[in-house]
């Protein structure tokens, strides 16, 4: 994007083309929905930093597995049950 196309910028009706880097968003997007979760959850505002990294790190952890496992399931499984 040039300097003049970004001052006409609409967030909402013109996002920003980044397909090919969808992967890097999933760690700022866990980081936020484990903070606002744990904001509500933790007893002590002590423990929010240390228990929102635990989680983020759960939900990063739980989509790589389920990524392999749906690639798997494609790869594997899939050629084993349907007919050619």
Do not use: C, N
């Not at 996002?15 to 002590?44: C, G, N, T």
């Not at 759960?58 to 496992?69: E, K, N, P, R, Y």
């Amino acid at each position: 994007m040039t300097p003049t196309a970004l001052l006409a910028w609409r967030p909402f009706l013109d996002p920003l083309d980044l397909h090919q880097h969808w992967y890097l968003l999933i760690f700022p997007m866990a980081v936020l929905l484990s903070l606002s979760y744990k904001a509500v959850r933790v007893e002590s505002l002590r423990e929010l930093p240390k228990q929102t990294l635990v989680m983020a790190a759960q939900i990063v952890l739980a989509m790589i597995a389920l990524g392999f496992a749906a690639w798997m399931l494609v790869q594997y499984v899939a050629p084993l049950v349907l007919p050619k």
